[in-house]
Nanobody, 115 residues
């Protein structure tokens, strides 16, 4: 499966960005879609994930809760990470992940939050 992440850019603190992840096929109901990020010199960390086995269920890291929203469209094979009230510590490369029987990763999209 090919995953294409896009929507990154440079914004000032307090700004918003909308990241998109487009897959080369539809998502299966049993698959989990997630976003991870990696800041310079740091390990990749979990940001948010969403499942749809028993209805849509989203989980976000404490550091982004109430600021980021994840959603997905199984039929279209797309996922969105809406990021609001961005902070400098949100800076990093954001990766889309599709987890099911196997793990698939997108190429990443750079997000820079700076004044």
């Amino acid at each position: 499966v090919q995953l294409q992440a896009s929507g990154g850019g440079s914004v000032q603190p307090g700004g918003s960005l909308r990241l998109s992840c487009v897959a080369s096929r539809r998502f299966f109901t049993s698959e989990r879609v997630g976003w991870y990020r990696q800041a310079p010199g740091k390990q990749r960390e979990f940001v948010a994930r969403i499942t749809s086995i028993t209805g849509m269920s989203a989980t976000c890291a404490d550091s982004v809760k109430d600021r980021f929203t994840i959603s997905k469209d199984n039929a279209k094979g797309t996922a969105i990470l809406q990021m609001d009230s961005l902070k400098p510590e949100d800076t990093g490369v954001y990766y889309c992940n599709l987890a099911g029987g196997r793990d698939f990763w997108g190429q990443g999209t750079q997000v820079t939050v700076s004044s």
